[in-house]
């Protein structure tokens, strides 16, 4: 197959957004699909804030910013193409008979490259030999794991990761060395000249996709009263991959990028799962908003006590921001779901009071069907472990009522909660023996090693998430590092800080998760401040801002440490007069610095 001249990128702007109470920004939705003699492909990585925390390398980038640009974009990527059309030859046939016509198409075409050269089918079966031996049992993260390679990775013909490995989505790197025979596969076939010669067909259903995403995102943020603003440095991403199955959306998190991998069907052409999506832009618009009150939340810790039997992912159970911003969406959803009902029209030109009358009515009629229709909504989101949803739903209406934005009233939510009665309420709940799906999250896994160490210390099992720990380290092939954090916590709440401190030093010695070492030398800070020493103390914090964490309570710790020394509150049954009595650094106020959120 003869490789066709280089097409440049295809981009064009959508549309002007309207004005949202005269606040919404004019900007342009943008539309890509990338090409490899792009200046976006082509050219290094752009540096980029990794986290809002402390400046980093390049940030995983599927296409470079443009200054002032659209921070959301619907895009097509190569590299992911690349690892698509790979599974595919390898009997990746998910979804095949619900996906556009040009799956198939391309499918022949590989298939006609490698018919007739052996050096090709050699290729192939090297590449397909590498796949079955990295199948996982779960079709969504065998899947997954490839997803967060491809967009992580240089445009063909390198198709090398942008960053270093210990950088890589910790999935991605079980699959990582497929790479070499991906690239001896990719040239054998000529595929880039068969991504080429299928643009017409990816950007065609790129426009498709277009119009009904630009309601969403309009629609949501008009009702959420937000601006759609240009580009700051975070972005909402949609890629589309005809190449993948379309029952499946696969979405992710990565620093300030918002990544939304999907697929259109074929029936009706274009179509995705657009409520997947507008779920994952409304993570994008309300997790910063309910992370900037990140250090309000420790009053709300005693919810995540309510949902321990509830049928909910870890992180859920242990983190308390995650749980309100999960419980926020929930209920923005069922507050503007499509209740499946007609909504009455009202006349146009009334001539008799009867019309009016019935109008009115019907319009009673509806509201009352509509609002138990969200509300059984509700119930379920609560009996899935949701349980704030209730709240949020009710204060969002109260929103509603008062045309104010989200961001306006954000403080009010979360300041207002009487989180007694939550609590209580939450108690009571009849939990289900199975939760609801998230799309930006993985399927739920058992707990197993230092994970379930890390919920024993939750619950107050120290003893046990001791001993877990301890028969880490006996393995010379365990995790000793996190064992060595778990030991250090379980040393600080068992008040023996001489011994904390040796652990958090092994920690950063030998660990390599960015988590675990900024905590660790917040941990040694608040050390230190318990023994006066300021001066190392800040530097401790300082190291922390200085780790390439991408989770804010780290940066609200390190610089609460750096601009106050920290104080052991002291227990219950500590007598005042008892100067001597060891402290305990984090403290029982400090509830959050003894089991920080695990790495993302």
């Known amino acids: 197959m003869s490789l066709p001249a280089k097409p440049s990128s295809f981009r064009h702007p959508a549309f002007l957004l309207v004005c949202l109470a005269s606040s919404l920004l004019l900007t342009p939705l943008s539309v890509r699909a990338q090409s490899s003699s792009s200046s976006s492909s082509s050219e290094s990585p752009p540096d980029a804030t990794i986290s809002k925390e402390a400046p980093a390398k390049s940030a995983p980038r599927i296409a470079q910013p443009e200054a002032g640009g659209s921070a959301i974009t619907l895009e097509t990527s190569e590299p992911l193409f690349d690892l698509a059309v790979a599974l595919n030859v390898c009997g990746y046939d998910d979804g095949l008979a619900n996906s556009a016509p040009v799956r198939l198409k391309i499918r022949d075409d590989i298939n006609a490259q490698i018919a007739p050269s052996a050096d090709t089918r050699t290729s192939r079966d090297a ?346 380290l006996a393995d010379p092939k365990g995790d000793h590092a996190q064992a060595h954090y778990v030991l250090a916590r379980v040393n600080l709440m068992q008040r023996q800080p001489g011994a904390a401190f040796a652990d958090f030093q092994e920690v950063l010695d030998s660990s390599k998760d960015p988590r675990t070492l900024a905590w660790s030398h917040i941990y040694l800070g608040r050390l230190y401040d318990v023994k006066d020493d300021r001066r190392k103390a800040v530097a401790e914090y300082q190291a922390a801002l200085t780790v390439r964490d991408a989770q804010p309570d780290t940066k609200a710790a390190a610089e609460k440490g750096i601009k106050e020394p920290f104080v052991a509150p002291k227990v219950a049954h500590q007598q005042e007069e008892d100067d001597d009595a060891p402290l305990d650094p984090s403290g029982k106020a400090e509830k959050d610095a003894y089991r920080p959120p695990p790495p993302h």
């Open 127 to 472: 590449l397909c030999a590498y796949v079955r031996e990295h199948t996982l049992v779960d079709a969504s993260l065998n899947l997954a794991q490839y997803i967060s390679l491809a967009l992580y990775l240089s445009p063909p013909p390198s198709l090398s990761p942008i960053v270093g490995e210990t950088e890589l989505p910790p999935d991605s790197t079980q699959v990582v060395n497929i790479l070499p025979l991906l690239r001896t596969f990719a040239e054998s076939v000529n595929l880039h000249a068969i991504w080429i010669e299928h643009r017409a067909e990816y950007e065609d259903l790129l426009k498709r996709v277009h119009d009904p995403l630009t309601r969403t995102i309009l629609s949501t943020n008009i009702y959420l009263h937000l601006p759609v603003s240009s580009y700051d440095g975070r972005r909402f991403l949609v890629l589309l991959e005809p190449m993948l199955s379309p029952s499946v959306t696969n979405a992710r998190i990565y620093s300030n990028d918002y990544i939304v991998v999907t697929s259109p069907a074929a029936e009706p052409l274009g179509a995705v799962h657009m409520d997947d999506i507008r779920h994952s832009y409304l993570h994008y618009e309300i997790e910063p908003l309910v992370y900037s009150r990140a250090s309000a939340m420790e009053r709300l810790q005693p919810l995540l006590k309510a949902v321990q039997d509830a049928p909910l992912d870890y992180t859920y159970k242990t983190e308390i921001v995650p749980l309100i911003t999960e419980c926020l969406i929930k209920a923005v959803e069922d507050r503007t779901m499509d209740v499946g009902i007609p909504k009455p029209a009202k006349p146009t030109a009334v001539k008799q009071r009867a019309e009016i009358e019935q109008y009115n009515a019907d319009l009673s009629a509806y509201e009352r069907e509509a609002e138990a229709t969200r509300r059984k909504a509700v119930d379920l989101a609560m009996r899935q472990g949701w349980v704030l949803t209730e709240y949020f739903y009710n204060q969002v209406g109260q929103m509603e009522k008062e045309s104010v934005s989200l961001k306006e009233y954000m403080g009010e939510m979360v300041y207002g909660m009487d989180v007694d009665r939550e609590r209580h309420h939450a108690q009571q709940i009849a939990f289900l023996p199975s939760g609801s799906r998230d799309v930006l999250r993985r399927a739920p896994q058992q707990l197993t090693g230092l994970q379930l160490a890390e919920e024993k210390i939750f619950k107050g099992d120290l003893a046990g998430a001791s001993d877990i720990a301890n028969k880490v």
